[in-house]
């Protein structure tokens, strides 16, 4: 109550957050209960790396702004755009003003939350008048003073003793650390925000919002027992059989190592995935970590990876994300004159990786850690206190390697991570080189952490092929190559190139003849490789023509391979398809490297060829020992040098001073792990993808669960051949009303080709080609 002007008391008005039925307030969420609930699963969401008090102010801050009157009009159906998400950032840095430094830059953290809680992390400078600085100045306060009543914050020790610890004193990479930290907190707040809204309307529509999953502690047991079994069932004949075990058993052991970084060096054939998974396993029981994520870099084995995890552990709470689909903020409010602020927002079902097990891409992971869009970087607080496998860890992409390290060495230091560099060919992010010298530039402490036992000793008792250099090959010669051999496999370094050599392979007559490139939707893919599979084993004729996505860690087993010029990592690792479970002798398995000269190699691909040289004259040869690897990526981190971090990512986020500098939207821009200029074409393929795009008119479906239904569905063309595609009626946006630009679906199905994919066969397109796998 506050006293009127006769003296007698007058009531407060009231505020809401959210409203419910139109002229009758009884039934709206009020907005202390909407900071206060927000507040309190914001904090626990934090808990698990020790910033629940920073997390709860930044829920107790971000709607500050509906204490304006004006906002509460807008509720009650005025016309009028209010900006709610500014004056919570604006009043936290006033309060905290007087507080230590420390508190200081937190409450400056925080507010990037806050201003980014609808429209996504700002940048802190910019000449826009939508960035953190610009949006503070112009801020005036014409809030209600109720709200000091109506919240109580406390806004002494946002950054606990602990955290100070772990960043370290005299940590050059503070600022990296810090931008983290602000991100973890922005995962918490829009995670927490989007459930408490959610909550609050399906209680009012009487639904049901099943969102709980179990804990990853509580399946252990079972876990554990089903992976024994299945290892137990498996063959222990012969010589490959128990030196797998001996792998196995090795890596189990180093579980009880404290949680950090490590490597797993295993070549293929060695059960490195499985090896993995068991580790993962019982370091999760020993040190109660949350959740295991498995990240792979091609969507063209997270099926392969997903089924064996679903064989060995049941396949109930293991979530495959690998969606080129995406939810994008700014196709959500284009028409609109606000970000929706109520019920609309439950239309966004953005995905929060809460189950216990998740398998997903590089992509995923990586772009989601470096981004701005609340879709996804709401997912982040989940990765803290996991365990992350990064599968086929030589992949990552070497212009954006620096700022890939400085997040995992950031993950595991602040946010009780567990990383695991899984690969065959590791590719030496150590800090400190194999002979004592320089290492990876600001590379990881790597030092005792490897959990293969011997990775020197296995690389030679796990070789199954030999590599040689053939010179130059046309296409007419590969197909008389392949001619006397019923199955053999090409890999080559752009689709154009397959499927070129595919058609001319066909019209010599070649009989058995398999396509497989990314021009194949993954479900697709999926079918042909188990049709694969089931040839070579029958011993049926089988000439596999692809581009690289078959070599990490796709399980095909030829007797001889022909691969393009390529660096020492994708060629050992086409090796890898070659004789892979050892039923045939060394001599006769040949890896045979050709130069293409019709299809020069894209330019990266082209330094890699001559990095690859310098290490073979270096080592006799030799390409499949672990010291020319070592020559291999020295060389490679030598000649790149600052091109590790091309963008400047590191750079774009600093402290001056003692004030933040950091340009979120400009990094997210950044940092694409596939940067051709590419857009997702949804082809329906199946009665599974037809059923989901028949979905798409209702509109009480989430877009969210019908692309995940839709993400192996996808094949990734240049934007201006679906431009053109579109323009032509042969692709059109579906449901766009409900869905915007959202979901681009193939109706003209006869250019997707069962044998080879979709085409769009223009000369300007098929240029474009050269560079994509």
Known sequence: MQPGQNGQAQARPAYYAHSGTPGDCSDWQGLPEHLIETAGLAARFAEVFGLEKAASAAGLFHDLGKYDPEFQRRLTGA???????????????????????????????????????????PDRRTAEPSCFEERCRRFTDSLDPAWRDEIAPDLAGLLPERMLKAIGVGNRHVAFDMSVIARFLFSCLVDADFKNTEEFYAKLENRQVDREWPAL?????????????????????????????????????????????????????GGKTLASLGF????????????????????????????????????????????????DEAAARRGQRDFPTSRDKLRLAMEDWAAPVVVTTNVQLFESLFAARTSRARKLHNIAGSIIILDEAQTLPRHLLKPAVRMLDTLARLFGCTIVLCTATQPALGKDGEDGGQGFPDGL?????????????????????????????????LVAAMRPLPQALVIVNSRRHALELYRQAKEAGLDGLVHLTTRQCAAHRRGILDDARHRLKDGLACRLIATSLIEAGVDVDFPRVWRAEAGWDQITQAAGRCNR???????????SVFAAPDYPPPREIKSLVEDTVRALDAHQGDIQTLEAMRSFYGEVYWRMAERLDREGIVDALKLDGRETNFAFRDVAQKFRMIESNM???????????????????????????????????????????????????????ECPQQRGDQFAVLRTQNLYDPEVGLLWETPEYLALEDTIV
């Open 445 to 477: 402490d790597l030092e005792g952490r490897e959990l293969a036992p011997d990775p020197r000793g296995l690389a030679s008792r796990l070789r199954r092929a030999r590599i040689e250099r053939v010179g130059e090959m046309s296409n007419e010669a």
């Open 280 to 327: 993962a396993l019982d370091h999760a029981k020993a040190h109660g970590l949350r959740r295991i994520i498995y990240a792979i870099p091609f969507t063209s084995i997270i099926d392969q990876t997903a089924t064996v995890f679903r064989k060995v552990l049941g396949g109930e709470h293991i979530l495959e994300h690998h969606s080129a689909i995406e939810e």
């Open 217 to 269: 502690g509580d399946l252990l047991p079972d876990y554990l027992s089903r992976f024994d079994t299945h290892m137990a069932g498996l063959p222990r004949d012969g010589e490959l059989n128990p030196l797998r075990r001996d792998i196995l058993a090795h890596v189990r052991a180093g579980a009880a190592l404290a949680p950090g970084l490590f490597t797993l060096t295993v070549p293929t054939g």
């Open 581 to 591: 479970e050892g039923r045939r002798p060394l001599e006769d398995s040949i890896v």
């Open 679 to 733: 857009e997702a074409v949804i082809v329906p393929f199946d009665d599974k993808a037809i059923k989901a795009v028949d979905d798409l008119p209702f509109e009480r479906i989430p877009s969210g669960l019908i692309a995940r239904k839709l993400q192996t569905y996808i094949v990734q063309v240049p934007a201006r051949a679906r431009e053109l595609l579109i323009r032509c009626g042969h692709v059109a946006f």
């Open 79 to 121: 016309d009028i755009r209010v900006d709610h998400s500014t004056a919570g950032a604006a009043i936290l840095q006033q309060l905290a003003r007087d507080g230590s430094p420390f508190d200081v830059l937190m409450a400056e953290i925080i507010s990037y939350a806050i201003l980014g809680h609808h429209a996504g992390l």
